[in-house]
């Protein structure tokens, strides 16, 4: 049975390739991007005149605007898809750090959402390391009323082979073995703060969390090797209901249009820059992504959704109204294959959650190399979590998108930082995603068949632990099987 199934696969792959004959339109989305794009300027505007786009803020309501607002002067066919969720943002913070808690003195940090609305907490710092499940085994219950100090990646010298976890889930180990609050480290040189969730759920978690620079972590890790720390965390958040909307531009298919494609990204952001990279360069290419459906009018059999996701950064909030949403209605069984672009840029191939998919993406990738050798049409199959592909991906939906491309000018040690900045985008490279996942969309949305379906229960059960995915969906309570 396992021979039939792989020659059906390839079969059908086979007989989908003499079908996809999509170079003349591939070369017509390659010529209107190069000339007529506009991400780059949009993006420009949008980080000069509105700023950072955190859900839930009124910059987070002009972006959501001007977004629907974009679509709609390209022509689009463009809705809002609003959903209430629990919000947080940051108000005050102030961390101290001394040899004794009358001796203490004031260290740059940021606060780390979701902390607690308010906490105040003092307490001895204690090493974590790594802060992975192995770091607090040995001595457990030397956390318990401590403050943990945790490197946000993976401390050089670490065992060959060590795999860090996310800082959500560094928290979440931290608060299990008692700790009373969280320092963790940033990884990237000059003191660049970073910021994101510490939350698995998305939810309020129990301690305060916070990130301080490289140079003060090495710092404060050097004197604790010969004399004791003490911690003192001092902050307030705010945390509540708010608005938000998904922005969705649709393209009817023309023969099976309750068959869907997703093309999403987040339009949100952090507030202590204005997210250009993270995720401007995605948010904006998928809607110069539209633009370019649009202007050309190109038809596809499928349906294809260029969404908008919100709150990504605060919990996937988002995307997964949109999968309740789509519940609720009974039209989830619709959404066929789901692209996500989250700081996308300059791609050099694709890759897909579905090994199943690689004879396809590759044979697209050959034609997009006859227009452009840049293009290395680069594979990879795998999967992982932390961005809107994830709710998709646990129902079972294939999932795919860009792969092989770096981050522009050096981008990358300013991830959720305060130097994410709009001098960090490169012209020509978003217009390359833009190109590239245009032609990728269009060939998924017009296949004869594509040779991977919606994995049912068990199937996604065994796919997910073969990707090393049980530990942190168990981390963060999402694991639903016994």
Same mark, same amino acid.
């Given at each position: 049975?396992?021979y039939l199934? %792989?020659?059906a696969?390839? #079969?059908?792959?086979?007989f989908a390739?003499?079908?996809?004959?999509?170079g003349?339109v591939f070369?017509?989305i390659?010529t209107?991007?190069?000339?007529n794009? !506009?991400a780059?300027?949009?993006l420009?505007?949008e980080t000069e005149?509105i700023?950072?786009r955190?859900?839930?803020?009124?910059?987070?309501?002009?972006a959501?605007?001007?977004?629907?607002?974009?679509l709609?002067?390209?022509?689009? @066919?463009?809705?809002?898809q609003?959903?209430?969720?629990?919000s947080?943002?940051?108000?005050?913070?102030? &961390?101290?750090?001394?040899?004794?808690?009358?001796n203490?003195?004031?260290?740059?940090a940021v606060t780390?959402?979701?902390?607690?609305v308010?906490a105040?907490?003092?307490?001895?710092?204690?090493?974590?390391?790594n802060?992975?499940?192995v770091d607090?085994?040995a001595?457990?219950d030397?956390?318990?009323?401590?403050? =943990?100090?945790i490197y946000l990646?993976?401390l050089?010298?670490?065992?060959?082979?060590?795999?860090s976890?996310?800082?959500?889930?560094k928290?979440?180990?931290?608060?299990?073995?008692?700790?009373?609050?969280v320092?963790i480290?940033?990884?990237? !040189?000059?003191?660049?703060?970073?910021?994101?969730t510490?939350?698995?759920?998305g939810?309020l978690?129990s301690?305060?969390?916070v990130?301080?620079?490289?140079e003060d972590?090495?710092?404060? !890790?050097e004197?604790?090797k010969?004399? =004791?720390?003490?911690?003192?965390?001092g902050?307030?958040?705010f945390?509540?209901?708010?608005?938000?909307?998904?922005?969705i531009?649709? #393209?009817k298919g023309? @023969?099976t249009?309750?068959d869907k494609i997703?093309?999403?990204?987040?339009?949100?952001s952090?507030d202590?820059?204005t997210g250009?990279?993270?995720?401007?360069?995605?948010?904006f290419?998928?809607m110069d992504?539209a633009?370019?459906?649009?202007?050309?009018?190109?038809?596809t059999?499928?349906?294809?959704?260029f969404v908008?996701f919100m709150g990504?950064e605060?919990?996937l909030?988002?995307?997964k109204?949109?999968i309740?949403?789509?519940?609720k209605?009974g039209?989830l069984?619709?959404v066929?294959?789901?692209?996500?672009y989250?700081?996308?840029?300059?791609?050099k191939? #694709?890759?897909?959650?579905?090994?199943e998919?690689k004879?396809l993406?590759t044979?697209?990738?050959a034609?997009?190399?006859?227009i452009?050798?840049g #293009?290395?049409?680069?594979?990879?199959?795998?999967?992982?979590?932390h961005?809107d592909?994830?709710?998709?991906?646990l @129902?079972?939906?294939?999932?795919?998108?860009?792969f092989?491309?770096k981050?522009?000018?050096?981008?990358?040690?300013?991830y959720h930082?305060?130097?994410?900045?709009f001098?960090?985008?490169d012209e020509?490279e978003?217009?390359?995603? &833009?190109?590239?996942?245009a032609?990728?969309?269009?060939?998924?949305?017009n296949t004869?068949?594509?040779? &991977?379906?919606v994995?049912?229960?068990?199937?996604l059960?065994?796919f997910l632990? %073969?990707?090393?995915?049980?530990?942190p969906?168990?981390?963060a309570g999402e694991w639903?099987w016994?």
């Amino acid at each position: 049975m396992k021979y039939l199934f %792989s020659t059906a696969i390839i #079969f059908s792959a086979l007989f989908a390739n003499a079908q996809d004959k999509f170079g003349d339109v591939f070369a017509k989305i390659n010529t209107d991007v190069q000339q007529n794009s !506009k991400a780059y300027q949009t993006l420009k505007y949008e980080t000069e005149t509105i700023g950072h786009r955190l859900t839930g803020s009124e910059n987070g309501k002009k972006a959501e605007q001007y977004a629907y607002d974009l679509l709609k002067s390209y022509g689009c @066919e463009v809705k809002f898809q609003p959903f209430e969720v629990e919000s947080w943002s940051r108000k005050t913070i102030n &961390v101290e750090i001394g040899a004794d808690k009358n001796n203490l003195t004031k260290i740059k940090a940021v606060t780390l959402a979701h902390s607690p609305v308010s906490a105040d907490v003092t307490g001895d710092i204690v090493d974590a390391g790594n802060g992975m499940e192995v770091d607090y085994q040995a001595s457990p219950d030397r956390f318990k009323g401590k403050i =943990a100090l945790i490197y946000l990646g993976v401390l050089p010298g670490s065992p060959a082979g060590t795999k860090s976890l996310h800082r959500s889930e560094k928290t979440a180990i931290a608060t299990k073995y008692g700790a009373i609050g969280v320092i963790i480290i940033n990884t990237v !040189k000059d003191s660049v703060l970073l910021t994101g969730t510490a939350s698995v759920t998305g939810k309020l978690i129990s301690i305060p969390a916070v990130c301080i620079g490289l140079e003060d972590g090495v710092a404060l !890790k050097e004197k604790l090797k010969s004399r =004791a720390q003490v911690a003192h965390i001092g902050m307030t958040n705010f945390s509540g209901i708010i608005k938000a909307r998904n922005v969705i531009a649709t #393209f009817k298919g023309t @023969e099976t249009p309750k068959d869907k494609i997703v093309v999403g990204g987040h339009l949100d952001s952090w507030d202590l820059a204005t997210g250009a990279i993270d995720n401007g360069i995605g948010s904006f290419a998928i809607m110069d992504m539209a633009r370019t459906f649009k202007t050309l009018n190109l038809k596809t059999k499928r349906t294809v959704e260029f969404v908008l996701f919100m709150g990504e950064e605060q919990g996937l909030l988002g995307s997964k109204a949109y999968i309740d949403q789509a519940k609720k209605a009974g039209t989830l069984n619709q959404v066929k294959f789901m692209l996500n672009y989250d700081m996308t840029n300059d791609p050099k191939g #694709f890759a897909t959650s579905r090994i199943e998919m690689k004879d396809l993406f590759t044979a697209w990738g050959a034609d997009i190399v006859k227009i452009d050798t840049g #293009f290395k049409n680069l594979f990879n199959a795998g999967a992982g979590l932390h961005s809107d592909h994830q709710p998709f991906m646990l @129902e079972g939906i294939p999932t795919g998108g860009g792969f092989g491309g770096k981050l522009p000018n050096n981008s990358g040690p300013f991830y959720h930082s305060d130097g994410d900045s709009f001098k960090l985008v490169d012209e020509q490279e978003l217009k390359n995603t &833009v190109r590239y996942s245009a032609m990728l969309t269009y060939a998924l949305a017009n296949t004869p068949k594509i040779p &991977v379906g919606v994995q049912g229960e068990e199937e996604l059960k065994i796919f997910l632990e %073969s990707q090393n995915l049980k530990e942190p969906l168990t981390i963060a309570g999402e694991w639903r099987w016994k």
